[in-house]
């Protein structure tokens, strides 16, 4: 493992480039992944937001899909926001017909749950291992209907109609949430994949 870790972003579509400026606001070298040769030599992995369907026929078209299952199945840390979420998760609820993932974390992700009351939203997040509550941007979100006996509900959304609900996940090495923390200035949602990329190398 290199000495310092290279924390690859998926480049396939999505919000690549906010989420390049705060890892690097907080100190980690980062590389965009595109094709299998950029994935392997990178030691960690953010999925953005964008558009889950899109990410995942693109990744088949790359030939990303299995490359992208096999680290995270050898334990590659990876951070997966809103569609990136999704795309961890390992069953999802309307999903496009035949819509696949990388999966790695045991929960069943609802595409678009919010969203069919309204498209975006910013909410507190409480937030197992932060100080306090985050305050969290959701857009066109997913959310969490039930996670596994492998994974920890690690945060829920603390006000308005969707109270309660499970937003944020972590499972060994895998991190995801619903919202987009890298549209909000607050750095302490990466911070704590770093963390938890430092821990693994
Ligand atoms: N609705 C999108 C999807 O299904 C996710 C939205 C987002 O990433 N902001 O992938």
Redesign the pocket.
Known sequence: MAAVPTVGVLALQ?DVREHRRVLESCGAATAVVRRPEELERVQALVIP?????T?WRLARTFDLLEPLRKRVEQGMPAYG????M?MLADRILDGAAGQETIGGIDMVVR??AF?RQVDSFESDVEMGGLDRPFHAVF????WVESVGAGADALGRAASGDSAGRIVAVRQGNLLATSF?PELTGDPRIHAYFLEMVKEAS
């Open positions: 999505g937001g964008g558009e889950s369907t990410m926001s809103c569609a990136g999704i595409r678009n969203g857009i066109r979100a997913p987009h």
